[in-house]
């Protein structure tokens, strides 16, 4: 079969043709129609995370896929051949971008009825990781003001329609034509942050989502009140900062959960939420898809079809 591997750190991804893979007892090996890249790949690409995600090459990349059972392991017994499925893989394990995975049974979720493949594997770690932040540990209530960074973005863009779902008011930044993205989600306020300073406008905030770190994420615990959250999903918050403004400051360390990617299926159903998508590219056309993302551009999810 044909897939994405990577042979070092740092080395661009390239298409190649490997064995299909075997699966075990509890697996599934799933025709994969549909993955999606996440800032995590990059990271993982370029050696960054090796201490925390280390990797063996030559490494099956990505993580979120959507498909259809094609064999079920031997104590399998909640899913059967002809299934459609979504799932988030193990990211030392990868094996998205590829034509069949093999999927531990556990990590399954079933597809909601009409919904194409392309929109199911923007799911998994985008919606699952504003999911996390906002309600698991952000503990968001109804009332509450969340700011949103990079709200156009893959995260941003779920976390905005979950908080404005669940009662909050929803400030979020962007910039060009994330602008008007914003907006359409839902975004109750919306700060163009190439004109204007957030922290020089904004007060008393109850949580914030910093999806892009640096000078952004310090700037954030000026407008959070105090006993306020600050989420990074990007770097460990500046503890000595956040002891100073006396702010409950936590990393966000996203790892697949079923149950949670379960919940997030339902509640997308429920509240009718868009999965934004950037852009759609056939698996030959993977290393456009590769760029898009190393960009920090994309407004919403790239996929990769497999057909």
Request: hydrophobic share 45%; charged share 20%.
């Amino acid at each position: 079969m044909k897939a994405i591997r990577l042979d070092s750190y740092n080395r661009a991804p390239v298409i190649g043709d490997i064995a299909t893979p075997d699966i075990g007892p509890d697996d599934v090996l799933v025709r994969v129609s549909a993955a999606a890249l996440n800032p995590l790949d990059i990271k993982l690409q370029s050696g960054v995370l090796h201490e925390y995600f280390p990797l063996e090459f030559g490494y099956t990349a990505g993580t979120d896929l959507s498909g259809t059972i094609e064999e079920v392991g031997a104590n399998v017994t909640n899913w059967r051949r002809g299934d459609k499925v979504i799932a988030r893989l193990d990211p030392v394990a990868g094996g998205a971008f590829a034509e069949f995975a093999c999927v531990p049974a556990h990590y399954l979720v079933k597809v909601p009825d009409g919904m194409a493949f392309e929109l199911a594997a923007g799911i998994p770690t985008a919606a699952g990781t504003a999911w996390q932040a906002l309600f698991e540990m952000g503990n968001l209530d109804v009332g509450q003001t969340v700011l949103i960074h990079a709200g156009a973005g893959g995260v941003g863009s779920f976390a905005i329609q979950f908080a404005r779902a669940a009662g909050a008011r929803v400030i979020a930044t962007a910039s060009g034509d994330g602008i008007d993205i914003v907006r359409i989600l839902g975004a109750d306020q919306v700060i163009d942050y190439r004109h204007t300073d957030f922290a020089e406008t904004l007060a008393d905030i109850d949580l914030v989502i910093d999806t892009i770190g640096g000078e952004t994420q310090q700037k954030s615990f000026g407008v959070l009140r105090r006993g306020g959250k600050l989420l990074s999903l990007v770097a460990p918050p500046d503890e000595v900062l956040a002891n100073a403004h006396n702010i409950d400051a936590q990393f966000v360390f996203h790892m697949s959960d079923t149950d949670r990617l379960a919940r997030v299926v339902s509640a997308l159903h429920e509240n009718n939420v868009r999965i934004l998508i950037d852009q759609t590219v056939p698996f030959d056309a993977f290393a456009q898809a590769f760029a898009r993302q190393s960009s920090g551009r994309a407004r919403g999810k790239i996929i990769v079809t497999m057909a």
